[in-house]
């Protein structure tokens, strides 16, 4: 059934979470458009969790103006989306309603300096996906998403938080609404910090991580995350963040984690919104985080080794 007070939405990027909302969003009847960055980009089919293959064949074309009914999903990578919002500023109202994806942190300050006005939302989810080539995406883990607004939100009224709930419920499920988003964002930058620069590193899936091999520097990130964010008043443990990374790479056991396919495709990767971050914040506050500069510094060679 379509959703009440809900236009269309419009997906930019045509990466593997992005594509995974498309599918959602085709699944239950709700108007998508997707939009690559190059049009030989385009996902056009998608293997779900249990193998089955879905052919994106309801995609519309891109829009040239956004209502304030429609919604404008950003899951692009934190430094891509400075770039992508100044694509969508001149398409999109002030009350347009902005939903980012993104691993890491950062992207909501980049996103603000463009669009000053508009609701933004925030959410996270650890659902696995890959794009196994140019068209094609494949679901690797099942994850849970949380959502919530965004601590700046300007225009944000209770209606359009139903609504970006209730889209994303349909098209990345399971879905939870978090009053407190930062805390579930700091979680997931834990997971992130831990899984992603190990993966790449040891050119491993995420499953590889649950051996005694890595369970000492999985829990000096854990730790070092836990005390930035305690100094950064987010209320976390080292030992609930530790369960949390345990839970993800248990769930996405056979998946390359998102730095992995970066590294091994020559890109950059979102080294500097996750541990790069952590870095930046505990300089900030005086803190030594000695694994995660490390990390930090590791993954940040491997990029400059690309020819
Ligand atoms: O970046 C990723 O790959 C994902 O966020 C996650 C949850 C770690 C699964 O691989």
């Known amino acids: 059934m379509p ?4 236009g269309r939405i419009h997906i930019v990027g045509s990466g593997a979470i992005g594509s995974l909302i498309a599918v959602g969003a085709q699944h239950n009847n709700i ?4 939009s690559p960055r190059r049009a030989d980009q385009l996902t056009q089919r998608l293997i779900t969790y249990s193998g089955q293959s879905i052919l994106l064949n309801q995609n519309l074309p891109e829009p040239e103006k956004l209502a304030e009914t429609d919604l404008l999903i950003m899951p692009v990578k934190a430094h891509q ?26 992207g909501l300050e980049s996103v603000r300096e463009v669009l000053k006005k508009q609701p933004i939302y925030l959410a ?4 696995g996906a890959m794009k196994i080539n140019q ?10 998403t949380m959502v919530g607004e965004a601590p700046d939100n300007r225009n944000g009224s209770g209606e359009q938080s139903e609504m970006v709930m209730k889209v994303l419920s349909r098209c990345l499920q399971p879905v939870t609404w978090q009053e407190d988003i930062e805390r579930a964002l700091w979680t997931k930058l834990a997971i992130n910090a831990v899984i992603n620069p190990l993966t790449a590193i040891y050119d491993i899936t995420n499953g590889k991580l649950d051996s005694l091999q890595f369970r000492g520097q999985i829990g000096d990130i854990c730790d070092e995350v836990a005390q930035v964010a305690q100094a950064c008043k987010i209320d976390l443990t080292s030992d609930f963040l530790k369960e949390n990374v345990q839970l993800i790479i248990a769930n996405t056991a056979n998946n390359y984690s998102s730095m992995h396919q970066d590294i091994s495709a020559k890109r950059t990767s979102e080294n500097d919104a996750i541990n790069g971050f952590i870095v930046k914040q505990a300089e900030k506050k005086g803190i030594d985080v000695p694994v995660n500069t490390f990390l930090h510094n590791k993954i940040k060679s491997l990029e400059k080794n690309y020819s």
């Open 3 to 6: 959703l009440p007070n809900l």
């Open 31 to 34: 108007a998508y458009s997707l």
């Open 81 to 106: 989306l400075a770039q992508a919002a100044a694509q969508w500023q001149p398409r999109i109202q002030d009350n347009t309603p902005v939903l980012l994806v993104h691993n890491g942190m950062g």
């Open 124 to 127: 996270t989810t650890s659902h």
């Open 135 to 144: 068209h094609e995406v494949k679901h690797t883990g099942f994850g849970r």
